[in-house]
């Protein structure tokens, strides 16, 4: 089953802050986010495994609660290079082992303007 | 290599033609995926490489898709009987390893655009 990202679509003002959210159905060993730009291959941000632990990657973090299935994207203090389209990954609980076989998201396109 | 190459970026075919789409992936990565992702959608999974093995072909439609990884680099995903649905964008990934008890972080191609007229 795939996950269920919200927002559909975004557009901000450079500075401005987003959140992009992904919820699942299924218990989860791991959540990805990637970003893609138009014709360009997903570029990985971050990985969350269950735990319910948040990362950052400079103006760029996410949270993953296991219990509820969900990962949040925080974008803060947006750039113009962070325009693209935003997809979460996720991988089922498989015993502790991850495969990379992920199930995506539908994508959330996030347009920052100057 | 520095990253996952595939060939050819764009193929368009005729309905009822055979198509292979090459991916290199990155040197000493021993897991590889193919993934399509058609327009406006997320990448859907197809097949994963462990090493020369098939791991997991869950997600090939049909029998008119075929995957091999020979040597347990290079790998061809190979389509025959095209149909106009299979007009996507075929990606490859690579990861170190595909059994990971861990994070296993996947490095994606730019794809091959495929059109079936």
């Known amino acids: 089953q795939q996950p269920v990202q919200s927002p559909q679509a975004v557009i901000l003002r450079e500075g401005e802050d987003a959140v992009i959210n992904c919820s699942s159905s299924k218990a989860l060993y791991s959540v990805h986010w990637y970003r893609q730009k138009h014709g360009e291959a997903p570029v990985f941000l971050m990985i969350l495994l269950k735990g319910g632990e948040q990362k950052g990657h400079e103006k760029i973090s996410a949270s993953f609660n296991e219990k509820k299935q969900q990962s949040s994207l925080y974008l803060t203090a947006s750039q113009l290079s962070y325009s693209g389209t935003y997809f979460c990954?996720?991988?089922?609980?498989?015993?502790?082992?991850?495969?990379?076989?992920?199930?995506f998201g539908q994508g959330t396109i996030l347009t920052v303007h100057p | 290599g520095a990253g996952v190459s595939q060939t050819p970026s764009n193929k368009v075919t005729e309905k009822g033609k055979y198509v292979e789409l090459r991916c290199d992936p990155i040197s000493g990565h021993t897991a590889l995926y193919w993934y399509r992702q058609s327009l406006g959608q997320g990448p859907e999974f197809l097949i994963y490489?462990?090493?020369?093995?098939?791991?997991?072909d869950s997600g090939l439609p049909n029998d008119r898709f075929f995957a091999v990884r020979p040597e347990g680099s290079v790998s061809t995903l190979k389509i025959q009987r095209t149909e106009r649905g299979d007009s996507a964008v075929y990606l490859c990934?690579?990861?170190?390893?595909?059994?990971?008890?861990?994070?296993?972080?996947?490095?994606f191609g730019a794809g091959s655009r495929l059109t079936v007229l």
């Open positions: 990934a690579s990861s170190l390893r595909g059994d990971s008890a861990g994070a296993n972080v996947l490095t």
């Open positions: 990954g996720t991988e089922k609980n498989a015993g502790g082992t991850s495969y990379g076989k992920l199930t």
């Open positions: 490489f462990q090493g020369t093995g098939a791991a997991d």
